[in-house]
């Protein structure tokens, strides 16, 4: 064996190491830390309060223990005018030379003067010592005749130092701000654990769910447990994957029916050519006429799927010129006069007086309106009316209506998709390809405008479309 590392050695490093790079193992270190720098402010500030108070409340014990001594000191500079034995005095106060007074602490009384400058006390070495404002603040002033003549203050207000039983109550204090901050770090790391666990769990099984998308499986979803942003995230990923089946789902159908579309026509084509060619049919006009029709039949065909494919694209080019809209639907009705009268069918152009210019392309807009006439005429009876009507506020809406059989509930949402009919059994010759409605849509909607069917089943359909003025 070589002295490489063994491959389950690297399988456990390549998944320690994406451990450490999850979201959950990031998530769950963020909030150790925050509760770390938390709990270890507040500690520091807690012990930092809570020594100042409890060192000021042992000065102020001792200085209240001395109320007596300064009523002495007072009567003291009252009868002798100056400090100059009142060291005797001074030795005479409540735990002088013991290190006592209430509490128990280690701090010494001295005496300042008017000008904050010790005058006695219990160690020789601090006299003279002038002491800050914020000292002389916390000691006990001594006053005659209303005039401060000096002030009693206590060691500990500049030296800090505590006694011994101070000093246990403190530690006593800090282990217990210590353990609490343990217990708190303890609390922070479990919670934060499970937190991070239930916000990356949603999020590993989106994951999933989208590497079966990408693999293929469009039928993956996933559970919405919450309203947050995952959980939108959640319903987001559903709909993306409903989209997607849906697309492949027309998709497919859209394959299916180009092919059934395309099959007809090229089994016309081969058999009249294989009759041709085997000798059955002579090679004249009259054998020649059906393949000529399927040919044309494929082109419109191949050209009805290449604008919906721009369409699609978004490369679908209008070259869009300003006309007068009742002339130019007089003009696409007109053609369509002798293919009604055939039918004895009464067809009409309503239009409301007024309606301003509109820029719009003649030539797609003019297969538009041809294709709902033509659908119109198809489905109307003999007898029957077709009316097209326009009218216009901020935008021309042109309805064509018949009096034909109407369209079903059922069949309504689908008038405009691909390869629709109504009649999957009827000949192509009444049916067309499927695609004349669909690109109905494709072109208005390249305008900026809307198309719509309505229909009651017995009482005709109206097939309507709005263009923006200013498309």
Not at 117 to 140: K, M, P, T
Request: hydrophobic fraction near 45%; glycine fraction near 12%; avoid cysteine.
């Amino acid at each position: 064996m070589d002295g490489g590392e063994s491959p389950s050695l690297n399988s456990k490093a390549v998944q320690l190491s994406h451990r450490f790079q999850s979201l959950w193992f990031k998530l769950t270190v963020a909030f150790l830390l925050v509760a770390l720098v938390g709990v270890g402010l507040v500690a520091l500030l807690a012990n930092r309060a809570t020594t100042a108070g409890f060192r000021h409340y042992v000065i102020q014990g001792q200085l209240t223990d001395a109320q007596e001594l300064a009523g002495q000191l007072a009567a003291y500079y009252t009868a002798e005018g100056d400090w100059g034995g009142a060291a005797q005095v001074l030795a005479q106060g409540p735990g002088q030379g013991r290190g006592e007074g209430r509490g128990g602490g280690v701090g010494q009384l001295y005496l300042a003067d008017a000008n904050g400058r010790i005058v006695a006390g219990a160690s020789s070495r601090e006299l003279g010592r002038q002491l800050d404002r914020d000292v002389l603040v916390n000691g006990l002033p001594i006053e005659v005749e209303g005039t401060t003549v000096g002030t009693l203050v206590v060691s500990n207000a500049w030296t800090g130092a505590l006694g011994h039983i101070e000093q246990e109550y403190m530690g006593q204090v800090n282990q217990a701000l210590v353990w609490g901050g343990l217990g708190a770090v303890v609390a922070a790391l479990l919670l934060g654990t499970v937190l991070a666990w239930r916000i990356t769990t949603p999020i590993r099984k989106l994951t999933r769910a989208a590497e079966g998308v990408a693999a293929g499986d469009l039928t993956r979803r996933v559970g919405v447990y919450s309203r947050d942003e995952i959980g939108q995230l959640a319903v987001t990923f559903n709909q993306m994957a409903d989209h997607l089946a849906r697309a492949d789902g027309i998709r497919r159908q859209m394959t299916a029916d180009i092919a059934h579309e395309l099959r007809t026509p090229l089994s016309i084509i081969r058999g009249q050519v294989e009759a041709i060619q085997d000798g059955i049919f002579a090679p004249d006009a009259e054998h020649l006429a059906p393949i000529h029709d399927e040919t044309l039949l494929l082109g419109r065909l191949v050209e009805d799927l290449r604008t919906l494919a721009l369409a699609d694209a978004g490369q679908l080019r209008l070259q869009k010129t300003e006309v007068d809209v009742i002339t130019w639907l007089e003009r696409i009705v007109a053609g369509f006069h002798p293919l009604a009268a055939a039918k004895d069918i009464t067809l009409t152009v309503d239009a409301a007086p007024g309606i301003p210019r509109i820029l719009i392309d003649i030539q797609r807009m003019g297969q538009v309106v041809s294709n709902l006439l033509a659908n119109a005429i198809r489905h109307t009876p003999e007898g029957g009316a077709v009316t097209v009507q326009a009218r216009s506020n901020h935008e021309l809406i042109v309805e064509i209506s018949d009096t034909g059989p109407g369209i079903s509930p059922a069949d309504l949402p689908q008038v405009f998709d691909r390869f629709w009919r109504g009649d999957r059994s009827r000949a192509r010759d009444r049916g067309g390809s499927g695609l004349g409605l669909a690109i109905a849509r494709q072109l208005v909607e390249a305008h900026g405008g809307r198309i719509w069917a309505e229909s009651v089943p017995g009482a005709g359909a109206i097939f309507g479309l709005a263009l923006p003025r200013s498309s």
